[in-house]
């Protein structure tokens, strides 16, 4: 674009030396500063490194009318350009609003200098012409330096950007995105890059879930969404919406590698709903989880059974030992009872030596087999700590829904009953509610 602008004055200072007689036409960016930028000449094979300022040219009041050279410094490449010394300047002022003192210079060599000859009344119409031409060939530039800028933008950002144009014809894809879909970075073509685009998101662990999402959102042509694309072992957060909110404008799709922030996120929610010395979840992930188990067998006409278990003497374990070796006993206690549990079991820890089952069965019999599994392979072997060899008990008290105990509350309120009657009769041993 800038090279056709310059071809362009090239081609205007080219006519104005046939319409002139002039050895040398010169089209050049003035500044307030009197600093020139030449941008075309005629002849075109002149060198255009030249500088006005002290040329006195800028200085004079010029009328449209050819003065003699000898009033003015004349750069000497013009000299060597003519053949010998300039007899006839004109300067035909073209300001524009970034460089005011812009012109249109022309020399006349002695031979050539019939300056009488020249077309006045068209000199102030090749002013306006040329600053038209120095105007657009400014805001070209700008354009072109934006769109360089912008284009460093786009690869700079940490994300794939596709940039699909309104017309449906022309796309520009960033180097990231382009190795998200095995594709050359920059411009492309909407169709080349729709099938990538869907045989990428097939490979996704999510693609039928993103497939109803986007189903539903095209017939609508200003649609905004934000969706992980999930592959499993990568996550990205794929934002689309529509050029400046007008889908007719264009539409813009940006791939962002979220899959650290999804895993810093999930190991901050597992800290947070796991005990930091056993590993098992605590109270709140507990509740949380029991309380849509309950609920969900509800839903089915089936119920739960929560099993309280506490160890035997801790506290004299700790006194003994040091807590040191109390924290190895419960770290212990805790992998049995998780070896000793079926998988449907919830298993947690409430607090001190205190540990939470939930066992999603209303089967009394069953629920003997499993609570007094737990019972002995708590006690089945003493737990080694500092060198230290540890016998280890513990009770259980067990509530089971069907018993009138509807709600996690209840249900842990009446198996702690049951643990008690336990303790108080005789320890390592289980009690189920109603029955101590």
Request: negative net charge.
């Amino acid at each position: 674009m800038i090279d056709d602008f310059r071809d362009g004055t090239g081609t205007f200072c080219h006519l104005v030396q046939g319409m002139t007689g002039a050895g040398i036409v010169v089209a050049a960016e003035v500044g307030i500063d009197g600093r020139a930028e030449p941008v075309a000449a005629s002849p075109s094979a002149i060198d255009l490194s030249f500088d006005l300022r002290n040329s006195r040219i800028l200085d004079h009041g010029w009328h449209g009318v050819p003065m003699a050279a000898k009033g003015f410094r004349i750069p000497s490449l013009f000299v060597a350009t003519l053949g010998g010394p300039a007899s006839h300047v004109l300067y035909l002022n073209a300001p524009v609003e970034h460089a005011p003192n812009s012109g249109l210079l022309l020399l006349w060599a002695e031979e050539d200098a019939d300056v009488t000859a020249l077309p006045e009344r068209q000199l102030p119409s090749l002013s306006g012409t040329l600053a038209a031409l120095l105007d657009c060939r400014y805001r070209a530039l700008r354009q072109h330096a934006l769109q360089a800028q912008f284009s460093d933008l786009v690869e700079s950002v940490p994300a794939g950007i596709v940039v699909i144009d309104g017309d449906g014809q022309s796309a520009l894809v960033n180097g990231r995105a382009a190795e998200i879909f095995g594709l050359a970075s920059g411009p492309n073509t909407p169709s080349a890059l729709a099938e990538p685009m869907r045989a990428v998101r097939r490979q996704c662990v999510n693609a039928d879930e993103l497939d109803a999402a986007y189903r539903s959102l095209v017939a609508n042509v200003d649609y905004a969404a934000t969706i992980i694309w999930d592959f499993g072992d990568r996550q990205f957060e794929v934002d689309t919406h529509p050029i400046r909110g007008e889908g007719e404008r264009g539409r813009i799709w940006l791939f962002n590698d979220v899959t650290a922030e999804l895993r810093r996120a999930a190991d901050l929610s597992a800290l947070a709903a796991t005990d930091p010395l056993t590993g098992v979840p605590n109270r709140r992930s507990f509740e949380e989880r029991a309380q849509a188990i309950i609920a969900r067998r509800a839903e089915s006409g089936q119920s739960v059974a929560v099993a309280m278990i506490d160890v035997d003497h801790f506290k004299a374990i700790n006194d003994t030992y040091g807590h040191p070796a109390g924290d190895v006993v419960l770290k212990e206690i805790a992998r049995r009872c998780r070896e000793a549990l079926r998988a449907d079991d919830l298993f947690a820890r409430l607090g001190g030596e205190e540990f939470v089952a939930l066992l999603p069965s209303d089967d009394r019999e069953e629920l003997r087999a499993v609570t007094k599994r737990l019972c002995t392979i708590i006690a089945d072997t003493p737990v080694v700590a500092g060198g230290v060899v540890i016998d280890v008990r513990a009770s259980l008290g067990v509530a089971i829904g069907v018993d009138g105990y509807t709600t996690l509350e209840t249900l842990i309120a009446s198996a702690d009953e049951a643990l008690y009657s336990a303790k108080q009769t005789g320890r390592n041993r289980v009690v189920f509610a109603g029955e101590a």
